[in-house]
């Protein structure tokens, strides 16, 4: 399977890798798709972050239709390997074909979502495939947390079905996507000289994984955990005064690893005895989904200590505070509906930073968890943050476009399409905020690797879901 210059989307695939257009450097692919829409006579909104929307008449037979708007973000996720030295600012992609897999030399290759944006300025550009009023929404720094779209406005569209193409797979459409935000702790720490024996506790062995793809897995969160070591030792009567945390990379990850320094005046035998019995607690319960769990205990040395109350405060908020799986989908087997993460601890000189991801596909699971976390901050006097709030897509049992895609792929492959329902966030939601009504699909050709450098197109898939989209469109009377 060659890559055929002369497939008009594998033409502009190629134009858009021409162009560096990582999160945040999307202006000159922007500029390139106004050029085009003035070139072909289409008119385009392009707003501050470099959104392009353009817009296309119906076909003759078409006019009564409603709208069908076609989306797909133009940043990518710019990743290389230690030994390119490829700059993503000002270099064009270096593509080759491998065994019918499009790839990039040593880098990110952004079919991930240059595939949905080539589809689009193919269908713009071709005047035989019949379809309704086109509103094709090229949006920007998704990768980085949906920034391009949260600024669209409602009024640049009419349309209330939409083909999301950003899907993976051909075969398979999102028919749910979460929403979420970030709850940030910050609590100045007061520290006093210390002269009592400290310990530092490792939580280690723990598998992680993506909060949003995996929290359901009842996997341990090293953060929870290593607090849970020590407050169920002063619930045995023991000693205990922190002295720093620091746990997990991402919020959006499930933390395998976590340290936590303490003191104590109790004896080290007391200490060990408590540990063990919390260890073996915490080996069975993880037993079928994180067996690799293990503890450290080991002596350190430490000058100073956390002021006792404010030590108190910080083990009982994480202590009670939900974490992980807390709601799954009664409409879709499998799904989950609400969740959050402790994802990060980190004491910083005499800072403690506390980040937390919360995920619902509907806004009252946010807004109660925020309300339990935010209350909880309140009872023992911590600060907090809400940022990078965005709205989740809950599913619809009822859904005309879906059942559209469905006919098409019948028709033209004899196969049956498959419904997924994700608990990671996507640009669907914020569409469907601005959008009440509106009916969703996603669409994508398979790919593999995506932000890595190993990242790979699938050509077949990319000339037969193309196939598959234009039937869709011209089947949306």
């Not at 134009?15 to 072909?40: M, Q, R, T, W």
């Not at 270099?91 to 040593?106: F, R, T």
């Amino acid at each position: 399977m060659d890559f055929d210059l002369n497939k008009r989307y594998c033409f502009y695939f190629n134009e858009c890798c021409k162009i560096p257009h990582g999160s945040k450097n999307e202006k000159a692919l922007s500029d390139y798709i106004v050029n085009f829409a003035k070139e072909h006579g289409l008119s385009y909104v392009q707003d501050e972050l470099y959104n392009v929307i353009v817009y296309k008449k119906a076909s003759a037979g078409y006019e009564e239709a409603d709208p069908l708007i076609l989306q797909a973000h133009i940043d990518m996720v710019c990743e290389k390997n230690k030994d390119s030295d490829h700059d993503f600012m000002c270099d064009p992609l270096a593509l080759y074909v491998e065994d019918g897999l499009l790839k990039a030399k040593g880098t990110t290759l952004g079919a991930d979502d240059c595939a949905g944006a080539a589809y689009m300025l193919a269908i713009l550009e071709d005047d035989n495939l019949e379809h309704p009023a086109l509103e094709c929404a090229f949006t920007t720094q998704e990768e980085i947390g949906l920034y391009g779209a949260k600024v669209l406005k409602g009024e640049y569209f009419k349309g209330h079905r939409m083909i999301s193409l950003d899907g993976g797979g051909e075969v398979t459409t999102l028919v749910s996507s979460a929403g979420g935000c970030n709850f940030d702790i910050n609590k100045k720490l007061t520290m006093v000289d210390n002269d009592l024996p400290a310990y530092n506790l490792a939580i280690r062995g723990l598998s992680g994984g993506h909060s949003g793809g995996e929290i359901h897995k009842e996997k341990g969160n090293a953060n929870v955990l290593a607090v849970r070591f020590l407050v169920e030792a002063q619930n045995r009567g023991i000693d205990i005064t922190l002295v720093s945390i620091n746990g997990g990379l991402k919020d959006n990850a499930i933390p395998r690893e976590c340290d936590i320094v303490f003191t104590s005046q109790s004896a080290a035998a007391e200490i060990k005895d408590s540990f063990a019995k919390t260890g073996k607690d915490i080996a069975i319960e993880l037993e079928h989904s994180d067996k690799g769990f293990r503890y450290e205990l080991s002596e350190v040395k430490a000058d100073k200590r956390m002021e006792t109350k404010l030590s108190d405060n910080i083990l009982n908020f994480i202590y009670l505070m939900p974490n992980g799986f807390q709601h799954r989908s009664m409409a879709i087997e499998g799904l989950t509906l609400t969740s959050l993460n402790l994802g990060v601890i980190a004491t910083l000189k005499q800072q403690l930073e506390m980040h937390i991801s919360i995920r619902s596909a509907i806004d009252s699971g946010i807004d109660h968890l925020v309300g339990i976390l935010s209350k909880l901050c309140h009872l023992f006097e911590l600060d907090y943050d809400l940022s990078a709030r965005y709205p989740g897509w809950n599913y619809s049992e009822v859904s005309p476009l879906r059942d559209t895609y469905a006919k098409v792929l019948k028709e033209l492959f004899d196969i049956d399409l498959i419904c997924q329902a994700a608990h990671g966030g996507n640009e669907c939601g914020i569409f469907k905020a601005m959008i009440p009504d509106i009916d969703i699909v996603s669409l994508g050709p398979v790919a593999a690797y995506i932000h890595t450098p190993d990242e790979q197109l699938d050509l077949a898939s990319f000339d037969r879901t193309y196939a598959i989209l234009t039937g869709i469109v011209s089947n949306c009377h």
